[in-house]
């Protein structure tokens, strides 16, 4: 069964550093576009980043120049490094990718790790 697992969540003050993980597994013939989402407490799950399988990416306005998406295609995982973090990037954060197997196409999430960044 296809499956994403994520890591890397924690508890950092404002200004510190994170890194998010995601690895992908199972029967995987293409690994498209991987992105990450994330929920904030009391609001809607947002875009924050993603990346195509050749390289292509996009940020939402609020992460860009702090946040960077990357991929490494050898090990099926996507990475999201926080820099300057804020406390309004507490949220849990959903990995998310389109993936192709033998028998079909469809969009795939991780269980989604918190990310708690204290003033």
């Known amino acids: 069964q296809v499956q994403l697992v994520e890591s890397g969540g924690g508890l950092v003050q404002a200004g510190g550093s994170l890194r998010l993980s995601c690895a992908a597994s199972?029967?995987?013939?293409?690994?498209?576009?991987m992105g990450w989402y994330r929920q904030p407490p009391g609001k809607q799950r947002e875009l924050v980043t993603s990346?195509?399988?050749?390289?292509?990416?996009n940020y939402a306005d609020s992460v860009k120049g702090r946040f960077t998406i990357s991929r490494d295609n050898a090990k099926n995982t996507v990475y999201l490094q926080m820099n300057s973090l804020k406390p309004d990037d507490t949220a849990v954060y959903y990995c998310?990718?389109?993936?192709?197997?033998?028998?079909?196409?469809?969009?795939?999430w991780g269980q989604g790790t918190q990310v708690t960044v204290s003033s």
């Open positions: 199972g029967s995987i013939l293409i690994l498209g576009t």
């Open positions: 990346i195509s399988a050749g390289g292509i990416t």
């Open positions: 998310q990718s389109n993936i192709v197997t033998a028998s079909s196409r469809g969009d795939y």
